[in-house]
T-cell receptor, first 112, second 116 residues
Framework: AQSVSQHNHHVILSEAASLELGCNYS??????LFWYVQYPGQHLQLLLK??????LVKGIKGFEAEFIKSKFSFNLRKPSVQWSDTAEYFC??????????FGSGTRLSIRP | DAGVIQSPRHEVTEMGQEVTLRCKPI?????LFWYRQTMMRGLELLIY????????DSGMPEDRFSAKMPNASFSTLKIQPSEPRDSAVYFC??????????????FGAGSRLTVL
């Protein structure tokens, strides 16, 4: 069965620190991978996506993620976080059956 | 486009009452998803439709939950009877299959349900 695991439930960082949020999925076929972000009081919105090609994808606001097929991982990174990055981050996987499953989310808190 | 529109934004009801949540997807989108968000379980997929047809409802918690999509511009999620453990934010999202960006979901603002 298709599933997504996000290892960190709550991450607290100081401004300018580097960020890496883990995401692992289980599905044997071709997948499309996503990171969505939910800022306080707002809709979920797309941060970045991987469909094919270069496994290192860049998204909005300086975020990037790397697809490592052998590890079934799609970790999210940002070299230097800002207070405005405070939000909840969701990893998602789409299988060939068009089903889009989300991880449980990681809450990111940034200390000013 | 006004985006994905959900109603009501907030609903407070008593245990045992029927709850109906509504969603209008983006015009032209032909896939629609219902998700439930709670602190404990995160974002769970309840059901999704392609071209108004339910494809996978394995995430629907139990028979008290039902969803319909009578046409391309409207879907409902119904809970009857409601229970306190149904309290959550329910999100609707849509996308357009068959194009390059088909897998990118556009979410509505959510319906926050509180069952007392």
């Amino acid at each position: 069965a298709q599933s997504v695991s996000q290892h960190n439930h709550h991450v607290i960082l100081s401004e300018a620190a580097s960020l890496e949020l883990g995401c692992n999925y289980s599905y044997g076929g071709t997948v499309n991978l996503f990171w969505y972000v939910q800022y306080p009081g707002q809709h979920l919105q797309l941060l970045l996506k991987y469909f094919s090609g270069d496994p290192l994808v860049k998204g909005i606001k300086g975020f990037e993620a790397e697809f490592i097929k052998s590890k079934f991982s799609f970790n999210l990174r940002k070299p230097s976080v800002q207070w405005s990055d405070t939000a909840e981050y969701f990893c998602a996987v789409r299988s060939s059956a068009s089903k889009i499953i989300f991880g449980s989310g990681t809450r990111l808190s940034i200390r000013p | 486009d006004a985006g994905v529109i959900q109603s009501p934004r907030h609903e407070v009801t008593e245990m045992g009452q029927e709850v109906t949540l509504r969603c209008k997807p983006i015009s032209g989108h032909n896939s629609l998803f219902w998700y439930r968000q709670t602190m404990m379980r995160g974002l769970e997929l309840l059901i999704y439709f392609n071209n108004n047809v339910p494809i996978d409802d394995s995430g629907m918690p139990e028979d008290r939950f039902s969803a319909k999509m009578p046409n391309a511009s409207f879907s409902t999620l119904k809970i009857q009877p409601s229970e306190p453990r149904d309290s959550a934010v329910y999100f609707c999202a849509s996308t357009q299959r068959g194009v390059a960006e088909a897998n990118v979901l556009t979410f509505g603002a959510g319906s926050r349900l509180t069952v007392l």
